[in-house]
């Protein structure tokens, strides 16, 4: 987050102030007005390629739209076939395209952001509950047959969205921080599992542990209060309310080689010495800036899976910005799509690929800066009219080849 915000400010305060140099040295009619000026152009021209290069609308061919889909089964009954999920999240449970790709072609769905705390509190205030939306979502998957992961109980990143802000100043307050927190934990999971017991049969436990920048966990409330207890904390107080459920890790990675990944390791191998209850670990699998190297991808599920840990990928995006220099990109982000479902549909231990989405109609891209002004994003499986996009046909015959 840090490097980010680094990464966006610094080159906008450099132009600023070189903006603010001309000004000036023009004002004084200084001789460093040339050099000023020169700077001005060259960061000018800069800007504009980049705009057209990331920013500015795009169109591509689609010529998916012409090839008969022709497949004996839907993506759904292939998966269920097999033993394995495919999924979508799914944001606002009225829209149309639940029901029409639920429980046709989805056969698991993540709520994606109905069941964050935050999101479930009347106005943030911790312990008054409002379920009405995340029934909503659960309640229509659980009646069609469809598995539904839970995401997720304990989120430390992004105060007031994601967990309630009121945490903050309680914990602040708190004679005994450590106490307070272990509590106010207890009692959220406890509530929520209860709340879903039986409907939600598998949940993110800890979602992003990991620090974005740098390889380490991140400093947050809940490390900064219990250090890295509050994720074995976390996972046993799950496994307590519901020893039926499946307790997952969930994280992030652009770089499945990167140092972070062996302090995730280390993480993974101390939860399972000290006999904590983890189940799996998710990957979201989000392909933001770039798309990601599939054989560090393939070591590093099969390096969790030999630690007798289940795998899924649980986010699944890819912009399809990200392929505009391939002859045809919705092929090309077809191929890749399909080449990274198929690594984990050939381990038996990756059991489910979520997207993160039902279809491009509806992808977090659309409304998060700076994607938003980077159209289209059309990182998922169904287009905007839910034409399927080729990559699911390549999923289906992945699947009908799965042990
Ligand atoms: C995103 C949602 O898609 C957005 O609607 C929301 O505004 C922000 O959160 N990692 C996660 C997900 O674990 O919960 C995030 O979902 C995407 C990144």
């Not at 496994?239 to 994280?251: A, W």
């Amino acid at each position: 987050m840090i490097k980010y915000l680094i990464i966006t400010t610094v080159p906008a305060l450099f132009i600023l102030a070189s903006v603010i140099w001309l000004i000036v040295a023009l004002v004084r009619r200084s001789r460093s007005r040339k050099v000023a000026g020169g700077l001005v152009v060259v960061e000018i021209a800069i800007l504009v390629v980049l705009y057209f290069h990331w920013f500015a609308p795009k169109e591509f061919p689609r010529n998916y739209l012409n090839d008969a889909q022709q497949s004996s089964q839907t993506l759904a009954e292939a998966a269920t076939a097999k033993g394995f999920y495919i999924g979508a999240a799914i944001g606002n449970p009225s829209m149309p395209s639940y029901a029409n790709l639920v429980p046709k072609e989805y056969n698991s769905i993540t709520p994606e952001n109905a069941t964050k705390w935050r999101q479930m509190l009347v106005d943030g205030k911790i312990g008054e509950y409002d379920f009405t939306q995340a029934d909503a979502i659960v309640d229509y998957a659980v009646a069609n047959g469809v598995r539904v992961r839970g995401h997720t109980l304990v989120w430390g990143k992004f105060s007031g969205r994601t967990y309630p802000k009121e945490l903050d100043e309680r914990i602040a307050s708190a004679v005994d921080p450590a106490a307070e927190l272990r509590q106010v934990m207890r009692d959220h999971i406890t509530t929520v599992m209860t709340h879903f017991k039986g409907r939600i049969k598998v949940w993110d436990v800890v979602n992003e542990p990991m620090s974005m920048d740098g390889p380490y966990l991140d400093k947050h409330i809940y490390l900064n209060t219990l250090g890295k207890d509050y994720i074995a904390e976390a996972f046993q107080i799950a496994h307590e309310i519901d020893p039926s459920v499946q307790l997952f890790i969930n994280e992030q990675f652009g770089n499945y080689t990167s140092e972070g990944v062996e302090v995730f390791f280390d993480l993974l191998k101390w939860l399972q010495e000290e006999n904590v209850p983890i189940h799996g670990v998710g990957v979201q699998a989000h392909n933001i800036f770039k798309t990601h190297n599939l054989d560090e991808f393939r070591q590093f599920m099969n390096r969790v899976t030999e630690l007798g840990l289940l795998f899924e990928v649980t986010e699944f995006d890819a912009r399809i910005r990200l392929f505009d220099a391939a002859e045809d990109p919705y092929q090309a982000q077809a191929d890749y799509i399909t080449e990274y479902a198929r690594i984990c549909i050939e381990n038996p231990n990756c059991i489910g690929f979520t997207f993160w989405g039902l279809s491009d109609a509806g992808t977090w891209f659309d409304y998060v800066p700076p994607f938003s002004s980077m159209l289209p994003n059309d990182p998922l499986l169904f287009d905007i009219n839910l034409h399927a996009k080729p990559a699911r046909a390549g999923i289906i015959e992945a699947l009908e080849s799965r042990r």
